[in-house]
């Protein structure tokens, strides 16, 4: 009996330290998720919205600043929207992708929105399929840094970067947008950056 116990101890005492060992590991905080490139929000948004239409395509995304958080590095943001269609279904649906929670609008993660009748192409943007988007939006940047970007840098310093991605009619590949302000609407400077070859395209003032 007693030869028992002297050999059940220590086995006690170990699987008492492992027990605290994996109790340790559960209590480490979760590691913050980094800002996304457009690219990776996209794919990830994609995936999603798949499971809803096998057709899906790319109507439109843009970066979104969130103000609870540090700026994100030029290139990258902590939160995207993006728009997908499908002609099948003549619908319409949006989802978003952000690196944490802020209620009532984003999700952690990707989060779908509502449907929405889509009645095909119209105005200046068309949908397009995402294997057209090769090149991600770090990249773009550098592009865009190169082509007078970083000119108006020195110019007006401390600009927040902001980025969207859309399929105009004056070009055959669907183009980043860098966007040196919160929007293109408020902007007054922008470079338009080819998504399928990173190629510079044109400034816009």
């Not at 988007?133 to 108006?152: F, I, P, R, W």
Request: aromatic share 8%.
């Amino acid at each position: 009996m007693r030869k028992t116990l002297i050999a059940i101890v220590p086995a006690l005492v170990l699987l008492a330290s492992c027990s605290d060992l994996s109790d340790t590991a559960k209590k480490e905080p979760e590691k913050p998720l980094e800002p996304a490139t457009g690219q990776s929000a996209l794919y990830k948004m994609y995936q999603v919205a798949r499971s809803w239409a096998p057709d899906a395509e790319v109507l439109g995304m843009n970066s979104l600043s969130l103000s609870d958080l540090p700026p994100a590095p030029p290139g990258k943001a902590s939160a995207w929207q993006a728009t997908f269609v499908s002609p099948s279904r003549s619908q319409a649906r949006s989802y978003t992708y952000s690196i944490v929670d802020q209620q009532p609008t984003l999700h952690k993660g990707v989060f779908a929105g509502l449907e929405q009748a889509w009645s095909g192409p119209h105005g200046n943007t068309k949908p397009f399929p995402i294997m057209a988007v090769k090149v991600d939006t770090d990249a773009a940047y550098q592009t865009a840094l190169k082509n007078g970007g970083a000119d108006y840098d020195k110019k007006t310093p401390g600009k927040p970067i902001s980025l969207l991605i859309e399929k105009v009619d004056k070009y055959p590949d669907p183009v980043w947008r860098v966007i040196w302000g919160e929007s293109a609407g408020t902007s007054n400077f922008s470079v338009y950056v080819d998504a399928s070859t990173g190629d510079f395209k044109e400034k816009l003032h």
